[in-house]
């Protein structure tokens, strides 16, 4: 965590050395956030142990999208050819989703799958340090850019949360997943400014793998989000 304090550290400072202009933004975002590679699912099963009321997902990787949100703080420096050289330093939960179709619940006395309907969404803090470079069209009515980079995501935990109904009874997870400690994605995104009001949108792919060092079955899992944002202008 120190080298990454450091790195963030250098990384303003040449931002400050080299930009013709600066500009101090707040921003809030929300986002379509999921897995994918070849262990991702749509749909899993649920092991549950009736004496002990405690269970989980067999596999809590989805690759359908939940809902994620987040905040941060941006300084962009802008060169007189239009440059854009910025960093963002925000927090967020980013949120995957994998439905639940069937229940495996055993006990001292019973052992039986039964149907059920649900689902399991896998929860996940980051702070997340993204520098980029991008180009800035400006006009008198708008600033349209386009920057690239790449997220650097320090995770701080995972939670497995799932819940699922059958004929007879409820059943609910609650487990600790956390299984990396930082998530590389190289990112994309385009932004639109009308003076101290903007939007943005943007796509990342990640190049960790969540099953690193897993044994047994299928062991790739890459993280993958759409993010919408707006942005407050503070200073210019």
């Known amino acids: 965590m120190n080298n990454y304090i450091i790195t963030t550290l250098l990384i303003v400072l040449s931002l400050k050395a080299y930009g013709q202009s600066t500009e101090y933004k707040i921003q809030i975002n929300t986002g379509l956030f999921k897995f994918s590679g070849e ?45 854009r050289l910025g960093i963002d330093l925000g927090y967020e939960i980013l949120r995957s989703r994998i439905d639940i179709n069937t229940v495996w619940q055993h006990s001292s006395i019973i052992n039986e799958t039964v149907s059920a309907k649900g689902k399991t969404n896998l929860n996940s803090s980051f702070l997340n340090l993204f520098p980029s470079i991008g180009y800035l069209f400006s006009n008198s009515f708008y600033h349209l850019y386009f920057d690239g980079g790449i997220d650097f ?43 101290k009001i903007g939007a943005y949108v943007g796509y990342s792919k990640g190049l960790i793998n969540y099953k690193s060092g897993f044994t047994g079955g299928k062991n790739e899992i890459y993280s993958e989000m759409i993010r919408f944002g707006l942005t407050y202008k503070l200073k210019k």
């Open 39 to 83: 262990s991702a699912e749509k749909t899993e099963s649920i092991n549950y142990n009736l004496d002990k009321e405690d269970g989980y997902t067999n596999n809590p990787y989805g690759r359908k999208y939940g809902i994620s949100y987040g905040v941060s703080a941006n300084m962009t420096n802008i060169t007189k050819s239009n440059i």
């Open 153 to 195: 995501g320090y995770c701080l935990n995972t939670e497995e949360k799932g819940y699922a109904k059958s004929e007879s009874r409820e059943y609910e997870t609650n487990r600790v997943r956390k299984t990396i400690n930082l998530d590389i994605r190289p990112r994309i995104q385009m932004g639109i400014q009308n003076n």
